[in-house]
């Protein structure tokens, strides 16, 4: 499958904060075929640094999508019999609008002058899209990560447009902890004298500080026994211990290059934009009270997280499906073994792509007998 | 008690990376008093970015000590019954030589050009500073973290110069995250241009890189249930969620306040030198074998470690006590339960003393029998 992007654009979109953002524009890929009664829709919701790109190969870089191993013909979302819908973000960095885009105001870019976003601001558009591409009701959206609070926001937000969500290794609210994280990549791209408050599109870019930012981050992406089970204590480049001052271990060696590979993709104000997301979602809106939140959703629910991830422990995945049984709301749930920590969405795929290939099946048939 | 610190110098000190240190000066501190026999004297070891003042009230700045709730008249370490003493370690900021003092080569600080310093440098360089005071035989070494790197290093160093230690919430060797993490805090520092290489004396220090490197540690030493207790989502100097890019959430400001505290009084060097130490520590020296390491070692083990510490987990110190129950040593352990993560071992006290203070006494009774 050589997949192109596609891009929408719509006059005008007006945020959560109070502020309009105009025009706005949204990139999008798309695999399989939308069905005569346009039934069959799925809408992938990226992680944080993800990307449209979630299935088959691109036609510009040759590389397989983030989730190729899940979508395809005959894989867990099954291109042989579903519509996969998968966008950029809004205030992402890979064609949909976000801080790099052009404010029409200046004729520059937007930088620090961009408006705050949310999850709900980001699902919002993918509304527009979605409408805009003539589908009335999705069968299921589904995501990992920051892609899994998009999912719940969308059975939340547009409980009637969509059949089944499946919200994996997630949270319906970020706790302290993960606020932390965030904030200390914030503060490292903050610290770098490149950043320049931000206006640094025409200079060099903050570069140093955005990839101790994704080193951070890497590290609460594995689990302490996947980092053993990958480095250990190996040595980099030494028969033996060296006692030098350099690159010792190979997780240094690796960290480094995954930091300073990510700079040359993403955009560090985006960056900031998407962590302030992600921290300011609470589905709940600041009550706490998911009963109260939940009430009107009347949507399937797939729940999965996976033993080894502590950046997205099991029991925040545990306090959604609690609360959905308390009102009988029907949710599946699944606490995945595994090893990789919150990269299992992304590697562990056997079991998560049984589970997902049986409840969609399960959903569809249920709408064709409704 | 008040305390003032005191001062041991030495002609050289012979580093295990085969370099030598010359002259050497290790800065302390002493409460209670040494007996007639000497034989009540205990070592307290610190951990990363402690220092000699442990107990007491510092005669210098009126501070009580990092462990003043452990140490003193009545508490586990009872100073009507022992003497304690406490080092800065070799390589830190607070007295003992380290990249921040001059270098009688250049007549300048050492900065990079300071050698590369271990764990078993810095248990040296306290073998020394013990010899000094006169001391034969400690009754115990005890310390937290890295505080109970260099507890083990003695007991396997110097096995006929100690009855007894009690490393708390560490480990035998860092392991691939936790070495992830201190290098995510070098690159932090290394990437602010303030660093200069090291060469920050005589300008303004990295503090920004610092900050950051900071924040990362802080996150490690508390735990995700005890950043929920302290801070939960709170929203700072709001009565409501604002939507703008500041500081939202109180647990942000705390890493920066946290962050920007620790500037004023730690060095980026040491904490590159130190954090060094800890990543190179493997009690084992590479082998792995830690019961070949143990079997010359004829001291007695009290090994704590605490259910919600993620930096150290409970695991690192089970395998200590594994191994040295497999070769009948004389080990006790006790996997306390607390919600305070990494920092329980300085916050979570209650179980810790009663149990340090016990062994201490059972220590002291079998010495006077033998």
């Known amino acids: 499958m050589i997949i192109e992007p596609q891009c929408a654009r719509f006059e005008s979109i007006a945020l959560e904060g109070g502020a309009t953002l105009s025009p706005v524009e949204v990139q999008y890929e798309t695999c399989g075929y939308l069905n005569a009664d346009r039934s069959n829709a799925i809408l992938i919701t990226h992680a944080f640094t993800g990307d449209a790109h979630a299935a088959g190969i691109s036609h510009e870089t040759g590389k397989p999508g983030w989730w190729d191993n899940m979508i395809g013909p005959g894989k867990a979302f099954d291109t042989d019999r579903y519509f996969i819908i998968c966008s950029n973000v809004l205030g992402g960095c890979q064609g949909t609008t976000g801080p790099s885009s052009i404010n029409p105001a200046t004729g520059r870019p937007y930088a620090m002058a961009f408006p705050v976003i949310t999850i709900r601001d980001m699902v919002r558009l993918q509304k527009m899209l979605i409408d805009h591409l003539g589908i009335e009701k999705l069968l299921c959206v589904s995501g990992g990560s920051m892609g899994g609070m998009q999912a719940l926001e969308w059975a939340v937000s547009y409980p009637d447009f969509v059949r089944c969500v499946i919200p994996i290794a997630t949270t319906w609210r970020h706790s302290a902890q993960q606020i932390a994280f965030n904030e200390v990549g ?185």
Chains 1, 2 share one sequence.
């Open 186 to 370: 914030r503060q490292a791209i903050m610290a770098d004298p490149d950043w320049c408050e931000g206006e640094y599109y025409d200079k060099k870019p903050p570069a140093r500080g955005l990839a101790v930012a994704r080193m951070v981050g890497h590290i609460t992406y594995m689990s302490d026994e996947s980092m053993r089970e990958k480095f250990g204590r190996k040595l980099r480049e030494k028969e033996k211990f060296g006692f030098d001052f350099g690159i010792d271990f190979e997780v240094e060696s690796y960290l480094r290059y995954r930091g300073n590979q990510f700079v040359s993709r993403f955009d560090a104000n985006s960056y900031l934009y998407i962590t302030k997301a992600e921290d300011y979602f609470d589905l709940t809106n600041g009550t706490g009270k998911l009963n109260e939140t939940f009430r009107t959703v009347d949507t399937r629910f797939l729940v999965i997280s996976f033993t080894s991830d502590w950046l997205y422990p099991s029991y925040q995945s545990q306090d959604i499906v609690r609360v959905l049984r308390r009102i009988n709301g029907d949710v599946a749930y699944c606490d995945l073994q595994s090893n990789y920590g919150h990269d299992a969405f992304l590697v562990d795929i056997a079991e998560q792509s049984e589970i997902v290939r049986g409840f969609l099946d399960s959903t569809a048939r249920l709408a064709q007998a409704a």
